[in-house]
Each structure stands twice: as C-alpha cells, then as structure tokens.
C-alpha cells in the first residue's frame, strides 16, 4: 500500500512539473526562471517523502543537467541548488552518477573555463564535493572524469574554488584508495602551482589535499613535492606551518614507502620542533614520539638488546634537555648520513631564513646522534667553519650550540685530530669559535690529557699572529677563557702559554677594543692559579716571558710583532719589571741605537718615557734603578740626541729630551749620579736648545737648569762660559715660555760662578751677559721683565760696578727706566755691601 501511494504521489508530482519542464526550453530567460522556481517549490516541498523525490529526481535530472548550460546565469544557480538539494535528500544518489559527473565534467573540466561565474563554479565544485561524500566508493568509475575536474578546479581564479577542489580531492582519495593510486599522481603539479596562493586558508586546504593525495597514491611523487613543503616551513602564516607538520608527521606514521623516505621526511618533522609558535613545537614533538616508539615496534628485533639492557645517557648531556626516545634516536643514526650533506648545502644558502632553519635543525639532529656525531666529523666541522662566521646572529649561535654538543659526544682524541691542523693550515675565526665551544662542551677531566697539546698548537707563531681582525682575536680569547673556565686548576701547567696568547692579543693592533677583556681573562688565570692578581701572573713567568718576548731584538722594526709583545710585557708587568732591569736594558740599549729603524727607536723611546714617569711603580719598584742610570743616560739617550736630519730624527730628539727630562724628575737618580754624567749630557743638550720643536727647547733649558743646580761650584769658568751663549740665544725665543725659563737658568748659571772666576779675566763674558740681559729688561711682556730683573740682581753680584756701567749706558734707550732705576738701586746696595765688607 505504501508503495503504491509513493506512485500515485509521485505521479502528481510529475503532472504538476510537467508543463513547468515544457516551458525550459522556452526562448524567453524568465519564462524559464520561472519554470525553475516553481521546479524548486515543487521539489522542495517538505510532504514528498524521500521515495517520492527519488521518482522525481530521475524526471528532473537531465533537464536540469540541460539548465547547467542556460544562457542566463539565475537560470544555471536555480538547476545547480535543486541538484544540490536532491542529491542531500535523495536516497540513492549514485543513480544519478552517470548523467551528473559528465555534466559537471563539461562544465569545470574543460582546459578553458566555461562556468564563467565564479560563485557557480564554487556551487558546482561543492555538488561535486557533496556527491563524494554521499557516494563514496559509487565514484570509483568516474575517477578519469573526477581528477579531469579537480586538475582544472585545483588552479581556479577563484579562491574558494581553489579550497573546496582541496578539500574534495582529500575527501575522493579517502573514498577510493584503491582507485586512487592510479590517477593521484594528476593532481601533483596542480596542487604545487596552488601551494604558494597569497590566502592562508588556500595554501592550508592544498597542504592538506597534497598530504592525502600522496598517502592515498603510488607514493612516487614524494620527491616533486618535498621542496614545496620545505618551503612553507617558512610561511608567515602558523596554520601554514602546522599543516606541513601534520601532514608529513602522518606520512611517516603511515605513508606505505616511509622507510624510503625518512632521511627526506625527518628533516621537515624536526624542523617544526624550533618553530616560534609552542602549539607547532608540540605537535611536532608528539609526532616524533610515536613515529620513534611505532619504529621501536617494527624493528624490535633489531633493538632487542638496547631495549632490555637501556642505553646510558652521556655523562656531560645538557641539563634542562629531555633526551629523546631510543626510536627515535635510531631513526636518526641510521639516517644521518643522508641528512647531513643537505644540512651541509642549506646552512650556506643565500636566503637567511633557510640558513637558520639549517642551523637549528643541526643542533637537534646532534642531539638525537649523541656518540654517533663521530662518525660524521669531517662534515660536520666543515659545515661549522662556515656557518660560524655568518652574518646572520641566529646562524651563529646555533652553529656554536652544535659545536659544544660535539664537545659533549666526541672524544679530543678525534676532535683535535682534525681541527688542529686545520687551524695551523689556514687560522679562521670559525677555527677557533668551534674549538672554543668543543671545549665549553666537554670537561676538564677528559681534556686535562691534551691541554698541552692544545695550548702548543695556540702559542705557534702563525696561529697567535694568524690575524689582526678583532673577530679572529676576540675567538682566541674566548678559547683560553673557555680553557680556563672548564679546566681550572689544570691550566696551571699551560698558564705560560695563555700568557704569550693574551700578550700576543695585546700587542695587536685592535687590543684597544679587547683590553678590558684580556684583563679579565688574565685575571681568571690569576684565580685558577692562586697568584691573586695579573701582576702575580707576571711576576710567576717574568723571566720566561723576557727571553720570548726579546728574542731576535737585533733584528727588530717598527713593524715586528716581538717588539709590540715586548712593549706590552714592560708596560703590563708594573712592578715587576723592575725585578728584571737585568733582561730589559740590554735589549733598550741594542734597539735604541741611532743606527736603528726610526720608528721603532721612537715606538720604544714611548713606552720608555710612560715607565720613566712612574719610576717607582716600574722600573723602580726595587730601588735597583740607579744602576742602570749611567747606561740609559751615555749609552741610550745621548746618542739620540746628536743631530740627524728628517722629522722622524727630530721626533726621536724631542722625545730623548722628554725621557731625560722625566727622568729628573722623577728623583730616582741622587745629585751625585747626575754630577756623574754632567760633563757627557751638557754638551748634547746644549745643542738641543735649537731643536724646531718648541717642547725640545723647553725641556732642554729645563734640563741644562737642573745640571746647573747639581753641578753648583762643580764647574770651571771653560765650561760655565760654554753654557751661556745658547742660553742668551733662547732669549729671543718665539715661545715666552722658553723665554722664561732660559732667563731663570741664567739666573741659575751666575750661582754657580766661585773664586775660579775671575772677574778681570773674563770680563769680556760678563760684558755680553750682561748687555743682553738688559736689551731684554725693555721687553714687551712683563713677565719677562721681571724674570730678567730677578736674574740681573743675582747676576750683578758677581761684577757690579761693570753691570752698572752697562746699566747707565743703556737706561736711556729703554721705554720704561723704571726697571733699570730699580736695578741700579740694587747694584748700589750690593756696592755698599761689599765696600762694608772690605
């Protein structure tokens, strides 16, 4: 009875559609839209049962299918939605398979578009979408017309189409896979022109279709898409990145061919455990896991052992790090050698970001490859030459983070075995960046045995010298800090060794810049080794580090490094080196003979004067000074002061008077050692009183007054009379104060006449004293003025009346008497006085 009122409703339905059909072929557009509508009132309609709308769908179907092709796009949208709606509600959809799939094959197949409405090819696209789901497996015939549709929906204009063609063709490789293997490899090159579409949402609905297009396929397309995948590794977007991490987590949980294709998987699944967002790290993390205990499962045979007996995690493991399963370590030792060179080749790569995906994921591989790093050393250490010295910070660090975890799995035994030569073959940063982050990476215990062979390796000449960049030096002294650091009191037997590295440092010409560092370095090595300060430091190798710092000073230049490891030694040391005046001024007295290189006399003559103005924190420390005065005076500084032509020359003289003149000053040297050496410095610095350098002259004058003041009754008249003309020279000086100081060393000078003296004998000197004396007591300035008063009073007491004739034969000439009344004044007291006397 049901039936057969199914047939009788079903007949109704087809009388009232009847003229509504007829008028579908109408040439009037709205007389068929409005056959449509009412198509769709008719169909809809609620009180039709399902076996009801069955009958009338197989009336309906090819003149709607017909409708698809209408002229008028309301027309083409009316027949698509009561497809659409017959399709959900019908309860045999497949019977219609055979007229609606060549329909929608002709209508988005085609290599041209023909739907020229993009929302209805979008409809379209989903009534293709909803008969997968609602067929399944029915669809396994149309698969030549079904991959037909979605190579060419895949690469639509649209969008949306572009999404719904992804999720559809997941959704048909589901339904069929055991048809779908045959055309799925179609789909490939259509979904990787669509992987890279400006919209998120698009590229997450390819990831996914491409993820179950090669599960649910021959398995031969991994390749072609491998690269695609690797790249949106790099999206901006997270949902991007989360897909290919899901997608390739499933391929190798499930994927037919994975064992083939683990060394190319793993790395895109490891990678996604350092990407920036924690949700991506975790999943990445939980995919691993089961892909390491399902591979646990599979080769448990070959596992047994290290399952049953545990594999003992390395002593020195990073703290803070969960060690990964033993699966997934496997997975890894066995695939290393197919990884590493691609690792190798990306680190390098011109695009930043691929370099620091590279770096990141080497440190992870090394964690997971623990003693089996060994195996790989060579390139390993190769790519970390390279990879340390990029721009990029990141790169860097990682790349440092991977050469301590080599220090934690690898013996020294192998490690030095290859960096050590490398180092002394061509000295790099990046040599010295991985060895000083192998060493933070191991233990003192385990390098305690090749610590010398180490530092032996450093302290060669082309190594400590190997570069000038502060780069290259800042490297070297992180590896002697990292020594330090790590081995502690075992530093103590190559403490002589850091020591001629940091000097070496020192002596560079970019030490400025790493001055504070090496101090503090050094200070570590004073800790370690319980000498308190840097100063103890010197004074434990002093005698050692003389003899390798002053070796071959003979052959010296301006240029050679063991000069400015000399220099540095002096100037560092403090104290301590006047511990060993013994070692230092017979290297002095060789170098700063005026036969030597300019330069370096005057580079040398520097630091000399730095110490001689701190003689006693330096050269003085012990009082030991004094007995090396007479050499550094006759044999080092006065035969730098003869007259040579050049700047240069005259740079030395002037720099010669200032040590001399420091050195006076200094009072390391009694009045007795200068008398001592009077007769052999007066002369030389008589003569550099007409140097063109205005400091030369100063101290000079300087240095004849301080003479004079030792040398007080000491002189005879010869030498005395030799001494005053260069005096009276200085008194038409450019500089005042030369001026100044010349006058206040006549003044000196008239002292140191005695009863040797004689006034009638040597009248004639005391007459040109005296008149130039008083040519400069009418003198501008007033300053000068007075000084020459003050000199002309002292002077006067040696020959009065003589002075008072020159007086009353000039005082009429000058602008201003008054100075000269005020002398003759003077003059009559002192006349007085000596008339009294008498």
């Known amino acids: 009875?049901?039936?057969?009122?199914?047939?009788?409703?079903?007949?109704?339905?087809?009388?009232?559609?009847?003229?509504?059909?007829?008028?579908?072929?109408?040439?009037?557009?709205?007389?068929?839209?409005?056959?449509?509508?009412?198509?769709?009132?008719?169909?809809?309609?609620?009180?039709?049962?399902?076996?009801?709308?069955?009958?009338?769908?197989?009336?309906?179907?090819?003149?709607?299918?017909?409708?698809?092709?209408?002229?008028?796009?309301?027309?083409?949208?009316?027949?698509?939605?009561?497809?659409?709606?017959?399709?959900?509600?019908?309860?045999?959809?497949?019977?219609?398979?055979?007229?609606?799939?060549?329909?929608?094959?002709?209508?988005?197949?085609?290599p041209e578009i023909v739907e020229p409405s993009e929302e209805l090819r979008l409809a379209l696209t989903e009534l293709l979408s909803l008969l997968v789901e609602v067929c399944g497996k029915k669809l396994g015939p149309y698969l030549d017309e079904m991959v037909r549709i979605l190579q060419r929906t895949i690469i639509d204009p649209f969008p949306d189409v572009k999404r719904e063609?992804?999720?559809?063709?997941?959704?048909?490789?589901?339904?069929?896979?055991?048809?779908?293997?045959?055309?799925?490899?179609?789909?490939?090159?259509p979904l990787m022109q669509t992987i890279s579409h400006q919209h998120s949402k698009v590229r997450v609905a390819v990831i996914q279709a491409t993820g179950a297009v090669i599960q649910y396929g021959n398995g031969k397309s991994v390749d072609d898409v491998l690269s695609h995948l690797a790249q949106r590794l790099f999206d901006d977007s997270p949902p991007v990145r989360l897909a290919v991490?899901?997608?390739?987590?499933?391929?190798?949980?499930?994927?037919?061919?994975?064992?083939?294709?683990?060394?190319?998987?793993?790395?895109?699944?490891?990678?996604?455990?350092?990407?920036?967002?924690?949700?991506?790290?975790?999943?990445?993390?939980?995919?691993?896991?089961?892909?390491?205990?399902?591979?646990?499962?599979?080769?448990?045979?070959?596992?047994?052992?290290?399952?049953?007996?545990?594999?003992?995690?390395?002593?020195?493991?990073?703290?803070?790090?969960?060690?990964?399963?033993?699966?997934?370590?496997?997975?890894?030792?066995?695939?290393?050698?197919?990884?590493?060179?691609?690792?190798s080749h990306d680190i390098t790569d011109w695009v930043a970001a691929t370099r620091i995906k590279a770096a990141q994921l080497l440190l992870v591989l090394l964690l997971h490859a623990e003693d089996h790093t060994?195996?790989?050393?060579?390139?390993?250490?190769?790519t970390l030459y390279r990879s340390c010295l990029d721009e990029e910070e990141k790169v860097v660090q990682n790349s440092v983070k991977s050469a301590e975890l080599i220090g934690t799995f690898?013996?020294?035994?192998?490690?030095?075995?290859?960096?050590?030569?490398?180092?002394?073959?061509?000295?790099?940063?990046s040599h010295l960046m991985v060895l000083s982050a192998y060493i933070r990476g191991s233990s003192k215990e385990v390098l305690q045995p090749h610590l010398h062979r180490i530092a032996d390796v450093l302290c060669q000449t082309e190594i400590c010298q190997g570069s000038e960049k502060v780069l290259y030096l800042d490297q070297f002294l992180c590896c002697i800090q990292s020594l330090i650091n790590i081995c502690q009191q075992y530093c103590t037997d190559i403490s002589l060794h850091c020591m001629k590295v940091l000097i070496t440092i020192l002596a560079s010409?970019?030490?400025?810049?790493?001055?504070?560092?090496?101090?503090?370095?050094?200070?570590?090595?004073?800790?370690?080794?319980?000498?308190?300060?840097?100063?103890?430091?010197?004074?434990?190798?002093?005698?050692?580090?003389?003899?390798?710092?002053?070796?071959?000073?003979?052959?010296w230049t301006s240029y050679s490094m063991e000069r400015a490891q000399f220099e540095v030694l002096i100037s560092e040391s403090g104290p301590v080196v006047g511990e060993h005046l013994d070692l230092l001024f017979p290297v002095?007295?060789?170098?700063?003979?005026?036969?030597?290189?300019?330069?370096?006399?005057?580079?040398?003559?520097?630091?000399?004067?730095?110490?001689?103005?701190?003689?006693?924190?330096?050269?003085?420390?012990?009082?030991?000074?004094?007995?090396?005065?007479?050499?550094?005076?006759?044999?080092?500084?006065?035969?730098?002061?003869?007259?040579?032509?050049?700047?240069?020359?005259?740079?030395?003289?002037?720099?010669?008077?200032?040590?001399?003149?420091?050195?006076?000053?200094?009072?390391?040297?009694?009045?007795?050692?200068?008398?001592?050496?009077?007769?052999?410095?007066?002369?030389?610095?008589?003569?550099?009183?007409?140097?063109?350098?205005?400091?030369?002259?100063?101290?000079?004058?300087?240095?004849?007054?301080?003479?004079?003041?030792?040398?007080?009754?000491?002189?005879?008249?010869?030498?005395?009379?030799?001494i005053y003309p260069e005096?009276?020279?200085?008194?038409?000086?450019?500089?005042?104060?030369?001026?100044?100081?010349?006058?206040?060393?006549?003044?000196?000078?008239?002292?140191?006449?005695?009863?040797?003296?004689?006034?009638?004998?040597?009248?004639?000197?005391l007459e040109f004293l005296y008149r130039g004396l008083l040519v400069h007591l009418d003198d501008p300035d007033t300053s000068i003025q007075t000084t020459v008063l003050d000199a002309l009073k002292d002077a006067g007491v040696v020959y009065p009346s003589l002075l008072v004739q020159e007086i009353e034969a000039v005082k009429h000439k000058h602008r201003t008497p008054a100075y000269c009344d005020q002398l003759l004044q003077h003059m009559q007291l002192c006349i007085n006085s000596q008339s009294g006397s008498t």
């Open 374 to 382: 060994t195996q790989h050393m060579e390139l390993l250490l190769s």
């Open 1 to 110: 009875m049901a039936a057969g009122g199914e047939q009788r409703a079903a007949s109704e339905v087809s009388q009232a559609l009847a003229r509504h059909l007829n008028c579908l072929s109408d040439d009037n557009k709205s007389t068929r839209k409005r056959a449509l509508v009412a198509i769709q009132q008719e169909a809809e309609d609620k009180r039709l049962s399902s076996g009801v709308l069955q009958e009338v769908f197989r009336e309906l179907l090819k003149p709607l299918l017909r409708c698809l092709a209408d002229p008028m796009e309301r027309c083409r949208e009316l027949a698509v939605q009561i497809l659409t709606y017959c399709v959900t509600n019908v309860p045999r959809p497949e019977e219609a398979l055979s007229y609606l799939v060549p329909a929608i094959t002709q209508r988005l197949g085609n």
């Open 410 to 429: 690898v013996s020294p035994e192998v490690f030095l075995k290859l960096v050590l030569p490398a180092l002394r073959k061509s000295p790099l940063a």
């Open 509 to 555: 010409p970019a030490s400025e810049t790493l001055y504070e560092k090496v101090q503090g370095v050094m200070q570590s090595l004073a800790d370690v080794q319980g000498v308190g300060t840097p100063q103890g430091l010197y004074r434990h190798h002093m005698q050692q580090l003389m003899q390798w710092a002053s070796a071959g000073h003979d052959q």
């Open 588 to 722: 002095l007295k060789t170098c700063l003979q005026p036969t030597k290189e300019p330069e370096m006399r005057l580079k040398l003559f520097t630091m000399l004067s730095k110490l001689l103005l701190k003689a006693n924190e330096t050269v003085n420390s012990k009082g030991q000074f004094h007995s090396y005065s007479e050499t550094i005076i006759k044999d080092i500084l006065v035969p730098n002061l003869k007259w040579q032509a050049g700047r240069t020359a005259g740079a030395i003289r002037t720099i010669a008077v200032s040590c001399l003149w420091v050195l006076f000053q200094s009072d390391v040297l009694s009045p007795q050692e200068i008398l001592q050496v009077v007769d052999v410095l007066m002369p030389q610095v008589l003569v550099t009183l007409e140097e063109d350098s205005k400091m030369s002259r100063l101290m000079s004058c300087r240095i004849v007054r301080a003479l004079l003041a030792v040398s007080e009754h000491h002189l005879d008249p010869d030498k005395l009379n030799k």
């Open 245 to 343: 991490t899901v997608v390739v987590g499933n391929w190798l949980l499930e994927l037919r061919d994975r064992y083939s294709y683990f060394h190319k998987l793993i790395p895109l699944l490891l990678s996604s455990t350092t990407d920036e967002i924690p949700d991506i790290r975790q999943t990445a993390l939980e995919y691993w896991q089961k892909i390491g205990l399902q591979w646990e499962r599979e080769n448990e045979d070959d596992l047994k052992d290290q399952m049953d007996f545990g594999v003992p995690c390395p002593p020195l493991y990073p703290s803070g790090v969960q060690r990964p399963g033993l699966g997934c370590r496997e997975l890894i030792f066995r695939n290393l050698s197919k990884i590493l060179p691609a690792i």
């Open 727 to 765: 005096l009276i020279k200085r008194l038409d000086d450019a500089s005042d104060e030369v001026r100044i100081t010349a006058a206040k060393t006549l003044n000196l000078w008239f002292k140191c006449i005695d009863d040797r003296y004689e006034r009638t004998t040597y009248k004639g000197h």
């Open 165 to 189: 063609s992804s999720k559809c063709a997941v959704n048909y490789a589901r339904s069929i896979p055991e048809h779908f293997h045959l055309q799925a490899e179609s789909l490939i090159k």
